[in-house]
């Protein structure tokens, strides 16, 4: 029989807990209207709570650490990560000072390479890029690029041509709901931090769901994380999740119009530029 997930794993050899993958948004902003986009945009809401989204998820980190939590892997999200230059480097020179943190994950539509400073890329340990654009001279043209610039990035091309179905009126009933919950691909991939919380997958958090995460400060206890994100039953959000229920697929990365086609060129000449220089 399948083992149910847990959100949090234990280590019995070092007695340390650990989240496999956590995600964090540095942004709710993006430059594509993808259709049933997993993070809400364009409704997704501000993943921040004060003006400081970077010191806030700091904070979020510390907590973790002090708990004595690893984070297998931190995946740095938006909507789109890249959307501000600025806010990526500084986000990532703090995230990388953390030694609980074992690995730092960018993931990008990859359509703005000139937005990623060659200084940032040392603060990266896989970039992901998730393609829906048409044009294998843009893929060739990234491999060259970190081949070039970045070796030690691991370049992962996700090509998804299916999605899981987010928007929708489905809902499930509770023993449906809570198989999902056992199962939830989600609870093991999307722990996330946002406004000053912790919830177990990132559609909660999406979904402006506070009142399903809970709140991480310096009077958080690992017995309130254990108990939250290792919980026996489903969440009130559970019922309603579509993409969860096994629906049928829909196309990835659908826009409204042609944005893609024109950020195409830009990024192809950034690319081509910095290679033959
Ligand atoms: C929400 S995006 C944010 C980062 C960036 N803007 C991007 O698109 O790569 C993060 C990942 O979620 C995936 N994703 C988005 N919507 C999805 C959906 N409905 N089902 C499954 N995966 C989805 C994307 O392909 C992407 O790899
Ligand atoms: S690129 Fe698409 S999937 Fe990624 S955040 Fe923007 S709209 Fe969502
Ligand atoms: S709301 Fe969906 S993604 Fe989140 S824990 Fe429930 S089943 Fe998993």
Redesign the pocket.
């Known amino acids: 029989m399948k083992n149910k997930v847990q959100g949090l794993t234990y280590n019995q050899s070092n007695l340390n807990y650990r989240i496999r993958e956590l995600e964090v948004s540095i942004t709710s902003k993006?430059h594509?209207r993808?259709d049933?986009?997993?993070?809400y945009i364009p409704q997704q809401p501000n993943p921040a709570a004060t003006e400081n989204i970077v010191s806030e998820i700091v904070t979020g980190l510390k907590h973790l650490q002090k708990l004595n939590i690893k984070i297998g892997s931190l995946g740095v999200?938006?909507?789109?990560?890249t959307f501000n230059q600025k806010i990526l480097i500084t986000s990532l020179q703090d995230f990388s000072k953390f030694d609980n943190i074992e690995r730092i994950e960018v993931?990008?539509?990859g359509l703005t390479p000139q937005n990623i400073s060659k200084e940032t890329y040392q603060f990266i340990n896989k970039l992901?890029?998730?393609i829906?654009f048409d044009s294998d001279e843009l893929t060739e043209l990234w491999k060259n690029y970190i081949s070039k610039f970045a070796p030690h990035v691991e370049l992962s091309l996700?090509t998804?041509k299916d999605?899981?179905?987010?928007l929708g009126d489905e809902i499930a009933d509770d023993s449906k709901a809570q198989e999902m919950f056992d199962f939830c691909w989600y609870r093991k991939h999307c722990v996330t931090i946002e406004r000053q919380r912790l919830f177990m997958c990132s559609r909660i958090a999406k979904l402006s769901q506070d009142n399903e995460g809970i709140i991480l400060n310096e009077k958080t206890t690992i017995e309130q994380v254990v108990n939250y994100l290792n919980q026996n039953t489903f969440i009130t959000s559970c019922k309603t999740c579509t993409?969860m229920m096994g629906l049928p697929t829909?196309k990835?990365?659908q826009q409204p119009d042609n944005r893609i086609l024109n950020l195409l060129p830009k990024a192809i000449d950034f690319l081509k530029t910095e290679l033959n220089e």
């Open positions: 993006c594509l993808c049933n986009c997993g993070f999200l938006g909507g789109e990560p993931v990008t539509h992901t890029i998730s829906y996700r998804d999605w899981d179905k987010w993409p829909v990835a990365g």
